[in-house]
């Protein structure tokens, strides 16, 4: 079946610092790939999803490019705040679309200003 | 964007007593919704997937008799923990599709037992 696996963290940087968590996957086919944050006391929230290959997946200064050659879909964003501290969390199908999801294992980022 | 809630947030039970966590699609039908657990610091891991008028799917390891679910509409599916023990105290939430491509997810509820 399909699999995800994320860098994982603790992962700890300066405000306008550079951040990448890495993401890499196994499948069948090409599912859509997800980005998912969780906030401290809150619930997941889609961050990016890109459908197909080679789409780029971007919202609130994150994007995440599908790449099929490298199963890769990394999340970075040029300049984070100390309110991105959260949890990040990189998913694909189980199966096909509109099925479950298969979640990494998270990666803690905290920001300091 | 869609929304999907959850009641309650938080629950605190006693050892040996049942405990019944709803998941409502509030602005959408959903034939399919599925439940996770989180546990501190961890992922997520999919527990069963409840489906709209039959029975729930399992996956492998999780107890059928102790997690009832029951999805009773196209709205509202169900997550009752039975006889809950300290180890089931955890961090459980729903979520349902809508579309190929789009899955929305409950805020969670934590279940403490004591």
């Known amino acids: 079946g399909n699999s995800v696996t994320q860098m994982e963290g603790p992962v700890t940087l300066s405000e306008e610092a550079f951040l990448t968590i890495n993401c890499t996957y196994t499948a069948t086919g090409y599912p859509s790939l997800f980005w998912y944050v969780q906030y401290p006391g809150e619930g997941l929230q889609l961050l990016l999803k890109a459908t197909k290959a080679d789409d780029k997946g971007s919202n609130k200064g994150f994007e995440a490019t599908y790449r099929k050659e490298t199963t890769s879909f990394h999340l970075e964003k040029g300049s984070v705040q100390v309110s991105d501290s959260a949890v990040y969390f990189c998913a694909l199908p189980t199966q096909q679309a509109g099925t479950a999801l298969i979640f990494g294992k998270g990666t803690t980022l905290s920001v300091s200003s | 964007g869609a929304v999907v809630s959850q009641h309650p947030s938080w629950v605190i039970c006693k050892s040996g007593t049942s405990v019944k966590i709803e998941c409502r699609s509030l602005?959408?039908?959903?034939?399919?919704m599925f439940w996770y657990r989180q546990f501190p610091k961890q992922s997520l891991m999919l527990m069963a997937t409840?489906?709209?008028?039959?029975?729930?799917?399992?996956e492998q390891g999780v107890e059928k008799d102790k997690f009832l679910i029951n999805h009773a509409s196209l709205t509202l599916s169900t997550l009752t923990v039975t006889s809950a023990h300290p180890e089931d105290s955890s961090f459980y939430i729903c979520?349902?599709?809508?579309?190929?491509?789009?899955?929305?997810f409950g805020p969670g509820t934590r279940l403490t037992v004591t």
């Open positions: 602005d959408f039908q959903a034939t399919t």
């Open positions: 409840s489906n709209e008028g039959s029975k729930a799917t399992y």
């Open positions: 979520s349902a599709p809508e579309g190929p491509y789009e899955q929305y």
